[in-house]
C-alpha cells in the first residue's frame, strides 16, 4: 500500500488564500446582488505592456516557421533574457552578476519552495513573523518540523517577529541559525529594510556560515532612492545569499508565470563531512533534473520588459498601483485607522480598528463593506490584529472601496 507524506497533516486549516476565497464565495452564493470588490490575493489586473505583447507574439509566431522554431530550451534559460537582466536589472544598481548565476523560472513562489531541494532537512532555518506563507509551509511538507502549537509555530523553526515595535524588522535570532527567509520590500507589511539592516543580517550570515533567502519580488515598487532593492548592493553578500524575483507584479506575469534565481558561484555550502559544495552548481543540477524551463515566447515577452520601449511602460503600471496604494493608505490614515507600507510596497498593513480580530475585521469588511482583504493571522501569529490590502486593482474599484471603509469605520 502507498504511504503519503505524513508531514502535510500537519498544516494549519487550509492554505490561507483557499480560505478566502471559501468564504467569498459562500458569502456572494447568499447575496448574489452585492458587489465585491477583491483587494485580498496580490493579483494584478492591468494588460501587459505594448512592447511586452509585442514581443511575445514575435515569440509565438518564430514557433510557426521552421527557421526560427524552437523545441527544448537551457533549462537554466536562454542566454538573451539572462543576459538582459544582468545589464539592465542589476548593473544599474552597481551589481555585477555573471548570466551563469541567474536561473529563469515559472516564478518565485516555486522557487522559493524547490530551493529547499538542495538543502538537508538538519538545517536550522529561521522565519520572520508575519510572513508569506510559502516559506512557512514548505518546510513542513518537507518534513523540516514537528507539530505547531497553539500559536500555530512549527516545532524546528525559528520565528522572528515583525512588529509595530520593532518597525516590522526582525531581530537577529539570539542563536545560529542556517537557512533565514527574508523579504524586503515585505509581503505582507510593506515594510522595506535599509542598506544598514540588511549589511546587519549579511554580517550575521557570514559570521555563522548561514544563508539568507532573499525574496526581492516587490523590488520594482520602490519609490525611494535610499531604499535598497537587491541584497547584492550589500558587500559580501553574493557569499551568503540567493535571490528571488518575479516578473508577476513587476510586469503582469501573474497568468504567464515568469521568475528568477540568482544564485551566485561564489555561494557554497558544507557537507556533512566538512566538504565545500557549490550552491549554484546544485541548483543548476536541480533544475537540469526536475524543470525544462520556461517557454520560449514567455522569455522573448520577459526580456522585453527590460527593453527601452517596455521598461518605461512597465512602470506606468507600477505607478498606477501605487497611485492605489496612496489612496488606500491617505483615504484610511484619514479615518482614523493606523496604516503602513504602501510607499515602497503595493501592500497596506492596517491595525484592524475597535480591537477586532483580524478575521473577525474581515467578516464585517465582506458583510458590511462588500470588500474583500487578507487576514493578517494567516501570515502567522504576529499577524494578529492586522489586515492586508492590496493595491492590485482598478481605480475606481479602489476608490470604491476606500469610500466604504471610511463610511463603515470612518471617524
Same mark, same amino acid.
Given at each position: 500500500?502507498?504511504?503519503?507524506?505524513?508531514?502535510?497533516?500537519?498544516?494549519?486549516?487550509?492554505?490561507?488564500?483557499?480560505?478566502?476565497?471559501?468564504?467569498?464565495?459562500? +458569502?456572494? !452564493?447568499?447575496? $448574489?446582488?452585492?458587489?465585491?470588490?477583491?483587494? &485580498?490575493?496580490?493579483?494584478?489586473?492591468?494588460?501587459?505592456?505594448?512592447?511586452?505583447?509585442?514581443?511575445?507574439?514575435?515569440?509565438?509566431?518564430?514557433?510557426? =516557421?521552421?527557421?526560427?522554431?524552437?523545441?527544448? @530550451?537551457?533549462?537554466?534559460?536562454? #542566454? +538573451?533574457?539572462?543576459?538582459?537582466?544582468?545589464?539592465?536589472?542589476?548593473?544599474?544598481? @552597481?551589481?555585477? /552578476?555573471?548570466?551563469?548565476?541567474?536561473?529563469?523560472? !515559472? @516564478?518565485?513562489?516555486? !522557487?522559493?519552495?524547490?530551493?529547499?531541494?538542495?538543502?538537508?532537512?538538519?538545517?536550522?532555518?529561521?522565519?520572520?513573523?508575519?510572513?508569506? $506563507?510559502? %516559506?512557512?509551509?514548505?518546510?513542513?511538507?518537507?518534513? =523540516?518540523?514537528?507539530?505547531?502549537?497553539?500559536?500555530?509555530?512549527?516545532?524546528?523553526?525559528?520565528?522572528? #517577529?515583525?512588529?509595530?515595535?520593532?518597525?516590522?524588522? $526582525?531581530?537577529? $535570532?539570539?542563536? #545560529?541559525?542556517?537557512?533565514?527567509?527574508?523579504?524586503?520590500?515585505?509581503?505582507?507589511?510593506?515594510?522595506?529594510?535599509?542598506?544598514?539592516?540588511?549589511?546587519?543580517?549579511?554580517?550575521?550570515?557570514?559570521?555563522?556560515?548561514?544563508?539568507?533567502?532573499?525574496?526581492?519580488? %516587490?523590488?520594482?515598487?520602490?519609490?525611494?532612492?535610499?531604499?535598497?532593492?537587491?541584497?547584492?548592493?550589500?558587500?559580501?553578500?553574493?557569499?551568503?545569499?540567493?535571490?528571488?524575483?518575479?516578473?508577476?507584479?513587476?510586469?503582469?506575469?501573474?497568468?504567464?508565470?515568469?521568475?528568477?534565481?540568482?544564485?551566485?558561484? *561564489?555561494?557554497?555550502?558544507?557537507?556533512?563531512? &566538512?566538504?565545500?559544495?557549490?550552491?549554484?552548481?546544485?541548483?543548476? =543540477?536541480?533544475?537540469?533534473?526536475? +524543470?525544462?524551463?520556461?517557454? %520560449?515566447?514567455?522569455?522573448?515577452?520577459? *526580456?522585453?520588459?527590460?527593453?527601452?520601449?517596455?521598461?518605461?511602460?512597465?512602470?506606468?503600471?507600477?505607478?498606477?498601483?501605487?497611485?492605489?496604494?496612496?489612496?488606500?493608505?491617505?483615504?484610511?490614515?484619514?479615518? &482614523?485607522?493606523?496604516? %503602513?507600507?504602501?510607499?515602497?510596497?503595493?501592500?497596506?498593513?492596517?491595525?484592524?480598528?475597535?480591537?477586532?480580530?483580524?478575521?473577525?475585521? +474581515? !467578516?464585517?469588511? /465582506?458583510?458590511?463593506?462588500?470588500?474583500?482583504?487578507?487576514?493578517?493571522?494567516?501570515?502567522? *501569529?504576529?499577524?494578529?490584529?492586522?489586515?492586508?490590502?492590496?493595491?492590485?486593482?482598478?481605480?475606481?474599484?479602489?476608490?470604491?472601496?476606500?469610500? =466604504?471603509?471610511?463610511? *463603515?469605520? &470612518?471617524?
Amino acid at each position: 500500500m502507498a504511504l503519503a507524506n505524513e508531514h502535510y497533516l500537519k498544516l494549519q486549516a487550509g492554505y490561507l488564500f483557499p480560505e478566502i476565497a471559501r468564504r467569498v464565495q459562500a +458569502f456572494t !452564493d447568499a447575496n $448574489p446582488d452585492a458587489r465585491v470588490i477583491r483587494l &485580498g490575493i496580490g493579483d494584478v489586473t492591468r494588460p501587459l505592456a505594448p512592447a511586452v505583447l509585442e514581443a511575445f507574439h514575435r515569440g509565438v509566431d518564430d514557433l510557426g =516557421r521552421a527557421d526560427t522554431f524552437h523545441g527544448y @530550451g537551457p533549462e537554466q534559460g536562454y #542566454p +538573451f533574457l539572462r543576459d538582459a537582466v544582468v545589464e539592465r536589472a542589476y548593473q544599474p544598481l @552597481g551589481v555585477d /552578476l555573471k548570466p551563469s548565476e541567474v536561473f529563469v523560472s !515559472d @516564478g518565485s513562489k516555486c !522557487d522559493c519552495a524547490n530551493i529547499l531541494d538542495i538543502f538537508a532537512l538538519g538545517n536550522r532555518v529561521a522565519i520572520c513573523d508575519p510572513v508569506y $506563507p510559502v %516559506y512557512n509551509d514548505t518546510n513542513v511538507m518537507a518534513g =523540516r518540523t514537528g507539530e505547531a502549537d497553539e500559536r500555530g509555530y512549527y516545532a524546528g523553526i525559528t520565528y522572528l #517577529p515583525c512588529v509595530e515595535e520593532n518597525g516590522f524588522i $526582525p531581530a537577529l $535570532p539570539d542563536h #545560529p541559525v542556517d537557512l533565514v527567509y527574508l523579504c524586503y520590500p515585505n509581503n505582507p507589511t510593506g515594510a522595506v529594510a535599509s542598506l544598514d539592516e540588511l549589511a546587519r543580517w549579511v554580517a550575521y550570515a557570514r559570521e555563522h556560515g548561514a544563508v539568507l533567502l532573499y525574496d526581492a519580488a %516587490y523590488e520594482a515598487f520602490v519609490t525611494e532612492p535610499d531604499v535598497p532593492r537587491s541584497i547584492y548592493q550589500v558587500p559580501g553578500a553574493e557569499r551568503c545569499a540567493i535571490e528571488f524575483r518575479s516578473f508577476s507584479k513587476t510586469a503582469g506575469f501573474t497568468g504567464v508565470r515568469c521568475g528568477l534565481t540568482v544564485v551566485p558561484e *561564489a555561494l557554497t555550502a558544507r557537507t556533512a563531512g &566538512g566538504r565545500e559544495v557549490s550552491l549554484n552548481a546544485l541548483w543548476s =543540477r536541480r533544475q537540469s533534473t526536475k +524543470f525544462n524551463g520556461v517557454s %520560449y515566447p514567455v522569455q522573448r515577452a520577459a *526580456a522585453a520588459v527590460y527593453s527601452d520601449e517596455g521598461w518605461p511602460q512597465v512602470q506606468e503600471n507600477i505607478a498606477y498601483y501605487m497611485e492605489n496604494a496612496r489612496i488606500i493608505r491617505e483615504g484610511l490614515t484619514g479615518a &482614523g485607522i493606523t496604516c %503602513y507600507g504602501g510607499v515602497n510596497a503595493p501592500y497596506i498593513w492596517l491595525k484592524t480598528p475597535g480591537g477586532l480580530t483580524s478575521w473577525q475585521f +474581515f !467578516d464585517r469588511l /465582506l458583510q458590511e463593506c462588500h470588500v474583500v482583504g487578507t487576514p493578517g493571522s494567516g501570515f502567522g *501569529a504576529s499577524g494578529e490584529g492586522y489586515f492586508r490590502l492590496s493595491a492590485f486593482g482598478d481605480r475606481e474599484n479602489v476608490e470604491t472601496a476606500v469610500d =466604504r471603509i471610511r463610511s *463603515a469605520w &470612518g471617524r
